[in-house]
């Protein structure tokens, strides 16, 4: 089955720098790949997600690249913003009714 | 829309009682998913259905755990009897097919079992 490995498992930056979050997976079958961003108590939320069919997808200060050659996908969040702190979880799945795989979870600490 | 309801949003129970949780997926959405997190083991999958179908349940640690979704808009999970290893934040998520078919959670139940 898929396996997702996330790292680093914890982050933290200046307010105002770039995150980077990178996520890989095993199974070639896998198309669909989500990013959500869980507060503490709270649900994880949708932040972005990209499809197989894009290598990049923008969105604000977010944006999510796949390379499907090496099986990896990563996250990066520009001008980050202390509201940014959060737990980061990416996931994989071959398409978005079948069920997601997580990674473990990054968590962001943005210093102001 | 309300978005995916579960009920409760807290239980605390007693080891050996049965414990029910509660799903509502968004209208119009034909998958379910229910997840669930722990510090251990991160966000894992425990059983989803189609069309009101299980179709995976390979996730479902053992035979205490059960799951049912009568119709479109209603699904439990019940656990009997509840052991404290059971403890965690159980999510119920719903997508719909076509070309926009993110998975949307609910706010997740906190199961706690003394």
């Known amino acids: 089955g898929e396996n997702v490995e996330q790292h680093p498992s914890t982050l933290s930056v200046q307010e105002g720098d770039s995150a980077v979050i990178k996520c890989t997976y095993s199974d070639s079958a896998s198309n669909y790949f989500p990013w959500y961003k869980q507060e503490l108590g709270k649900r994880p939320q949708l932040i972005i997600d990209i499809r197989s069919n894009v290598g990049e997808k923008k969105d604000q200060r977010i944006a999510v690249t796949l390379n499907k050659t090496a099986k990896h996908f990563s996250l990066h969040i520009t001008e980050t913003q202390p509201e940014d702190s959060a737990v980061y979880f990416c996931?994989?799945?071959?398409?978005?009714?079948?069920?997601?795989?997580f990674g473990k979870g990054t968590r962001l600490s943005v210093i102001a | 829309d309300a978005g995916v309801i579960q009920s409760p949003r807290h239980e605390v129970t007693e080891m050996g009682q049965e414990v029910t949780l509660r799903c509502k997926p968004i209208s119009g959405h034909n998958s379910l998913f229910w997840y669930r997190q722990t510090m251990m083991r991160g966000l894992e999958l425990l059983i989803y259905f189609n069309n009101n179908v299980p179709i995976d349940d390979s996730g479902m640690p053992e035979d205490r755990f059960s799951a049912k979704m009568p119709n479109a808009s209603f699904s439990t999970l019940k656990i009997q009897p509840s052991e404290p290893r059971d403890s965690a934040v159980y999510f119920c998520?719903?997508?719909?097919?076509?070309?926009?078919?993110?998975?949307?959670f609910g706010p997740g139940t906190r199961l706690t079992v003394t």
């Open positions: 996931a994989a799945t071959p398409s978005g009714n079948t069920p997601l795989v």
């Open positions: 998520a719903s997508s719909s097919e076509g070309p926009h078919y993110e998975q949307y």
